[in-house]
């Protein structure tokens, strides 16, 4: 039996109890431009970042949707050496 993404995510989700449907691909492409436009190790602790932002404004699919894509816009500004990026090279106690 050859198991899919699909199939993880929905052993996952059963696991640990979460009845929510999100766009995997649009999560993936969030992680994709955050991996090539700050670092790959970005890319799964950001997406952590996003489900704890979408808990915070109440969940849901939608709340998902909204963190992914301002943290894709976020990860594109970064990448093109964009204002983010020039606050985020900042040493401590600058600004």
Known sequence: MERTLDDWITEVKADLGIDLDVDVRGLLDMARVVAHGVAR??????????????????????????????????????????PAAADAQQQPGER
Do not use: C, N, S
Request: cysteine-free.
């Open 41 to 82: 190790p970005a890319a799964p602790l950001t997406a952590f970042l996003i489900g704890y932002a979408a808990a915070q404004r109440g969940g849901g699919a939608q709340a998902v949707a909204e963190a992914a894509r301002r943290t894709e816009a976020l990860a594109e500004r970064w990448g093109a050496g964009g």
